[in-house]
């Protein structure tokens, strides 16, 4: 079946250090983002890329960096600038970036808490 | 700038009974709309629509959805709740005029269904 795959889903690391999230999507699918929950929040977008090699910076980008050298794959980097890691981050993807017909389809999530 | 609301953090209804969750939103130009839903500790998957047409719409497991321009409104319903419908709803909008990039989410609703 098709679908988005983030690893890990728990994730663990000590305050200072760089960690490296997951996602993969074997849906063909030209656009992908990465947003961040938080309880009472919603979801808030972090970075996002429209097509392989380039990616743009979403509402809360500062203390994450990402890469985007394959289609399939958007792998979120939490540096030790971003000062509230701790979150439950998701990925999705949609077939265009620009069209309104294209629903987002959403991996499982990594939890990541930094203590 | 754009906005989601969703005025209600709870919503607790008996099975069997109908359902409704609500959402006002705020976008400059024409918007569209959408509802997904979220199970424990998994991703958002998406319910339904709105883009142009039929005020009413139906989206998956027998959901629906009401668009009231005047109200600004894009309420979430379903005849008779079951308990599977539990989860965290969330209710999402953009100007017709951007893509995904732009989609603002509200905060959620919780729905438990009370057997």
């Known amino acids: 079946d098709g679908g988005i795959t983030q690893s890990p889903k728990y994730l663990f690391r000590k305050e200072g250090q760089n960690v490296t999230l997951s996602c993969e999507q074997n849906?063909?699918?030209?656009?992908m983002y990465w947003y961040r929950q938080d309880p009472g929040q919603g979801l808030r977008l972090i970075y996002y890329?429209?097509?392989?090699?380039?990616?743009q910076k979403g509402d809360i980008a500062e203390g994450y960096s990402v890469s985007r050298e394959k289609k399939e794959s958007f792998p979120l980097t939490v540096t030790s600038a971003q000062k509230n890691p701790t979150a439950f981050y998701l990925c999705?993807?949609?077939?265009?970036?620009?069209?309104?017909?294209?629903?987002?389809?959403f991996g499982n999530g990594t939890r990541l808490t930094v203590t | 700038a754009q906005s989601v609301a969703q005025p209600e953090d709870q919503v607790n209804v008996a099975e069997g009974n109908p359902l409704t969750v609500k959402c006002t939103y705020s976008?400059?130009?024409?918007?569209?709309l959408f509802w997904y839903v979220q199970y424990p500790n998994r991703g958002l998957q998406f319910l339904l629509k709105?883009?142009?047409?039929?005020?009413l719409v139906k989206g998956s497991y027998g959901f629906e959805a009401e668009f009231n321009k005047s109200q600004t409104s894009f309420h979430l319903k379903k005849p008779s709740a079951l308990v599977s419908d539990s989860a965290l709803y969330f209710c999402a909008a953009m100007d017709s005029n951007f893509g995904n990039e732009k989609l603002t989410f509200g905060t959620g609703t919780r729905l438990t269904i009370i057997p």
């Open positions: 849906l063909n699918h030209d656009a």
């Open positions: 999705a993807s949609s077939k265009r970036g620009n069209r309104w017909d294209s629903p987002l389809h």
């Open positions: 890329s429209q097509i392989v090699n380039d990616f």
């Open positions: 976008v400059s130009g024409n918007p569209y």
């Open positions: 709105y883009i142009t047409g039929d005020n």
